[in-house]
């Protein structure tokens, strides 16, 4: 009995060590995060697919140009106007200083640049209203045109609550 109930557990041990010999297992990670905006004072992309990514400005083969970017912002300030301004000078660079393009940038219409004055992009009464508005990026043609090679860059903007 005690050499038949041994054979068993052994049976069972096998058993159960070659299913988990040949089960398939699959795993998956993913980052997950959400950004809840205050909602007296918010600039957040109208399509929230393309922020976190490198976005391509598409070259046309047959004008032998560089286009731009357009996307939308949702914006809005309950008290005051909005002010916006670059980190740093934006450009596109394969390595070579003198092949960067650099790039003129918009919101609302109205061109940033990296001075440490932010410019006022929405008035009072359209930040309070709140609603959509424009960022433009458009390349500024290097002297020399357009250089052949693989670019990179970015853009860092900065929006700011003006003071009441």
Do not use: C
């Amino acid at each position: 009995m005690i050499k038949q109930s041994t054979i068993a557990v052994w049976m069972s041990v096998l058993a159960l060590m070659s299913a988990q010999a040949f089960a398939a297992r699959e795993e998956h990670t993913f980052e997950v995060s959400v950004d809840i905006p205050t909602l007296g004072f918010y600039v957040i992309p109208a399509e929230s697919n393309w922020i976190h990514l490198e976005q391509t400005l598409p070259w046309n083969i047959h004008t032998k140009t560089l286009e731009g970017l357009r996307k939308n912002f949702d914006v809005k300030h309950d008290t005051s106007a909005i002010e916006a301004r670059l980190e740093a000078e934006p450009y596109l660079s394969n390595g070579r200083d003198d092949q960067n393009i650099y790039l003129s940038v918009s919101f609302n219409g109205k061109e940033l640049s990296h001075d440490p004055r932010p410019r006022e992009v929405l008035t009072t009464a359209q930040a309070v209203a709140g609603g959509r508005f424009p960022l433009e990026i458009v390349p500024k043609v290097p002297v020399g045109g357009y250089k052949p090679g693989d670019y990179y860059g970015n853009v860092q903007l900065i929006f700011i609550a003006a003071a009441p």
